[in-house]
């Protein structure tokens, strides 16, 4: 998953972790109880995404959610369930519930959500949920009001014979309307633009007045982040180069790596790795920073790898 998409989505989930563990259970009382660490030091490092210990009907457990944009490419999801679902009894000694959430309609069409053997007396099984936003009723999470699942429900069911224009319309529309404090409010319009964005026009989205999602500290630390690591970056380079026309031409081409780096993010999350790769070398020979933060709003508003290459190269 694409780190931005990554950081937000784990932002706003843990924000809200009392609604999304509900949701997740379907049950009505979760008591969340305390953050898990998951890095283990193995041969390299795993860390799940969203683990806590639970309190749920009288028992303690650990609830584990895995959030994917698409499907599970390096190794499938089964396996890697498999993996973290092992680590975490034998840590924690207690029942684990895991959970995929699929944020593209085309993922997890596949994911089986369990693994099973048996043979000559060996027997193994392992269920995990599997959450696809595209077969959930969006307007019933409207009508629920929980905000940890609003900035997602454009990927969602839409309402009747809802067009996308309507259905994008009605979730920023009841997002604003949501009785929440700003900053939060804030993060949840910034993550709808994000998400929604994964699916439909990225124009749809302009209509969120930008002074609400300016009131985000997520939002403020992604621009702060994105200027600073250009600059940083220029001023290193600068230095090494000891000369003032030296630390300039360093800022410009922090800048240059910086703008790179994000546009192959966005692509990376919005299409196949297979279709970005053949691109990178073209990318990478670009010299001009106006030419590259041209192409990083090409990439934001694109449609298919087509319409992107299209532009790139006229």
């Known amino acids: ?18 609604e999304i563990a509900r ?9 969340v109880l305390a953050d898990l660490d998951t890095e283990q030091q193995v041969v390299r490092a795993f860390r799940t995404d969203i683990t806590k210990r639970i309190r749920c009907n009288n028992h303690e457990a650990v609830l584990h959610i895995e959030l994917q944009l698409r ?22 000694q207690m029942h ?14 596949n994911d089986p959500g369990c693994y099973e053997y048996s043979w000559n007396g060996y027997d193994y099984r392992l269920n995990y949920k599997v959450i696809r936003l595209i077969e959930i009723e969006g307007q019933s999470i409207l009508e629920a009001q929980t905000p940890g699942l609003l900035p997602f429900t454009p990927l969602m069911k839409p309402s009747g ?41 990225p124009g749809l989205f302009e209509q969120i007045p930008e002074e609400l999602m ?48 994000n546009l192959l993010a966005i692509l ?3 299409f196949h790795t297979e279709a970005v790769r053949a691109l990178t070398p073209a990318l990478e020979n670009i010299d001009d920073l106006q030419r590259l933060e041209q192409l990083l709003l090409t990439a934001v508003n694109a449609k298919s790898p087509e319409a992107f290459t299209e532009i790139l190269f006229k």
């Open 23 to 31: 949701f997740v259970l379907n049950v009505p009382h979760v008591e």
């Open 1 to 18: 998953m694409a780190q931005q998409y990554d950081t937000i989505g784990k932002d706003i989930l843990n924000e809200r972790i009392n």
């Open 161 to 201: 014979e809802m067009t996308p224009e309507r259905w994008v319309r009605h979730c920023i529309d009841t997002t604003i309307a949501t009785p929440i404090a700003p900053p939060m409010k804030g993060t949840l319009l910034y993550g709808l633009s994000l998400f929604g964005s994964l699916v439909h026009d």
């Open 71 to 92: 499907d599970s490419t390096e190794k499938p999801m089964w396996a890697r369930n498999a993996h973290y679902h092992g680590y975490l009894v034998g840590e924690h």
């Open 268 to 270: 990376n999350a919005k």
């Open 214 to 261: 300016q009131e985000s500290p997520f939002f403020q630390r992604q621009r702060e982040k994105f200027i600073s690591q250009g600059i940083t970056q220029g001023i290193t380079q600068g230095i090494t180069q000891g000369i003032t026309q030296g630390i300039t031409q360093g800022i410009t081409q922090g800048a240059k790596e910086a703008t790179l780096k």
């Open 96 to 109: 684990v519930y895991s959970n995929v959430i699929y944020f593209h309609p085309n993922g997890g069409r």
